[in-house]
């Protein structure tokens, strides 16, 4: 990523590979270009927590970041059947925020549509996977249609949009249905054109189930980076001050030999992916 | 709290005085009723954590939540001087995100006004106290002039809101400004007429400090029901479903004989008020 | 209508019947009170223009605004079949603001959403017809659910509204489908509970044909008022100070002989009914 | 201007200059290309009314628009202190609509913030040359900081914009103040880069006055293209379908002999530049 600075400026910065114990990293690397009176400090993370980077500019003019690694993910596959036994989760206090309005997500906006839409649905996978659906008819991905400011609550009427904007519309009607959901950050595998993607998870029986109202990647090719509420909690960069992104090149290359992309069609064959947190 | 429901709903209630070290809960007594068909759930919260409370309305078409409680305040004065004396804070992986926007608080829209208006003012407690008294000058009180749906990005233009119209300002200009700051509803002493109240805090230095940017209310006559991002993560009552609010009712005596207001003026000649999370 | 003043404003007022070939005043009465100090102007209107009058409250700390007319109106049926036969209306320069998007029907943003919805109903009367049935499922008509600055791109999330809101999404979608389309205030025979009602037109063929989105009056029980791009144009009372409305209070009675309400449903079976305008 | 065409579109076209008594059009040239299967209708405009051009894109691909012309301004210069004259204007029921919001122009939002600042200025003039520069002053001029749905609403918050945020917030203030304000577009001599040019009018006195907020452009090195309440009015091209622009090349000379620019503090001293209708 390259950024032009035109003033001192502050950058929290989230793109390395989350740590998880099925996300495992074999190795990183990370540098922010000019060292000179760019301060860079890291951030302490647990285990599944975001991993930020605070940027302080200080007097540079340009600034390059750059981070590579190689991860080890896991995936585990859950049958419908087996989620379809869990009629009512437990609720546990650490989910009540995804049940909560966004900056980017306003379900409390959304009520009627959502229970209008989706209300008669009684099992809560298929719920999702409906709203899922419904998201992928209903709005185009056009690249460069929408910007950061951009909301579910735009995306209902605009129907155009990228990753972002559909995980957020996603999450909004899950929450508005009562269904804890999250959105997340990735490196995927054939993303075309290569970039950051965005995906969401919704909370069903007791797990974080993996969505993509994209359709664009395989749900087994995905690299974890950062979750949260929303885009503002996962936002590859959170820019205070006066800076410009000039340049994003994102590369991703699966290196297991007979990797078996799983796409949505296969996997509502069989079952659904799942990350452990 | 008196609803009407028309159809089976889910409440998140958060009405409970927060327990933290310097908030001691002496006594206290919730209810729900009717309690035949209804569910309710204490979700299990630790210190300093929003105490929340599930209610599954089913088949009732009344709910009336009663919550009383005792609660013992311990106020710490910081004086100007030694607030003054950190310049810069380390930042806290936890405090990051209330450096981001949130449903009521886009201050990624608000950085051009808040760096125009504050950005000369070096000290971080003196820049804060003058986004405080902006919003109280700037924003005209007035009683239903907002609703759930109003956010900071409104209330710039729109010049009138209530308490948590002036709270959620207050926050956004924070958060453009890279100074973390979370929204808290109370219990308040002499607010006229009896309500919930909602304040604002700012993390400086190395603690979170207080600031009430309507100027109703003593800051040492509050007590602290739930803290967050803002009036999404904090509200009284989250409603999924079919549930009006008929009638709110509250009342908040002080006990201690001798007791002495705090009002901001006073508080500015001494030092100032904060509350340990 | 009653209002509480609390310091010297403008109001300009739209409460008298339209004068058009199809509708002829018989009489008619209007007053302001107090006239001490308060300047009223009635401005010059010509046939099918909007009757405002311009109000200057001065000293005065409470008006009164009352209007009562009798008023013959006359309307044209015509049948769907001719309506048919109307392929591709030649455009009048005097139409094009009427695609144009306006304060509370925001066209630019909804035309994905209309094309996919109505984009394969070829015939345009048909299709606004569509658009009205559309609007009547997806919302709920639920008083009090939205304010004066409530726009159809908030009414295409919420889906609640009043009279007003119907109309303006009716419009909306017309727009977005590059049919001609405005609103107009009425009294109207037989809504319940009484009050000022809202419907639109759009342009097919080459006339203003009637829709109510909300079917909750017979479409020859309409005095029109005002009309134009929206409620911005039409509305009732624009207010410039600090005015509030206290008490609106509307009644509208058949004095006809034998009147017979003539409902949609009876409409699509014989033609619709036309305004002149 | 360069179109790519995805899907059979309608444009509405408005790039012609106006014919009034003071704008004289010497010379023009008009063509859209192709020609086949193109339906092109340029709909007949009275003196002062905007000349729109309707385009049917048919199957074609691509369109590609140009206009040419030689135009004759005359200004009229009046002296501030025949406009401090005029205190109240009779208000023309043609001027009405001016003061109503509009879809880029929300004056209904901002009336406590426009009486808070310009509300103690009595004379007309005054206020509305104190609007302009506290416009000039609080928003920057920012190129592509803005689309298509931004509105004075967001310029208030966002403080960023082009010419004609800087024209759209202009006009919601003058009109919150209950000054008839409206848009228009021009073709701007020393424009730095080469655009269209967007400006404001309030109507003060008997007269409209002209105004720019952004201070480019010397006030008498203006062709005058499209009047309107705001952007949606006077649109260079309003789009119902699928059509992207690709280009727009525009070029602006003065041909006139020894032309002397008057910028707005030339003008300041002298008295203030006037645009016949």
Known sequence: MRYTISAPSTLIVNVHALRT?????LEEHFSAEPWAGVKVEELA????ENRFVRIETGKAKELTITYKAT?????????????GRVAVEKMNPG????????RYCQSDQLGRL???????????YER???VADWVHRNVDYVRGSTNGSTAAYDTVIQRAGVCRDFAHLGIALCRALTIPARYFTAYAHDLEPPDFHALFEAYIGNRW????????????????IGSGRDAADAAVATIFGRVRCDETTVSCKVVEKGFKALTLKELKKKGVSLDAA
């Open 21 to 25: 114990p099925s996300q495992v990293i």
């Open 45 to 48: 993370a647990g285990t599944g």
């Open 71 to 83: 991860v080890e993910v896991t995936h585990h596959l859950v049958t419908a059947s087996q989620l």
């Open 128 to 130: 999702v996977l409906a």
């Open 209 to 224: 189930m993996l969505f993509d109202a994209t359709r664009l990647v395989p749900l087994n090719g995905v690299v974890r």
């Open 95 to 102: 989910l009540i925020p995804y049940l909560f309005p966004s």
């Open 114 to 124: 959502a229970w209008d839409k989706f209300g008669k649905i009684r099992n809560t």
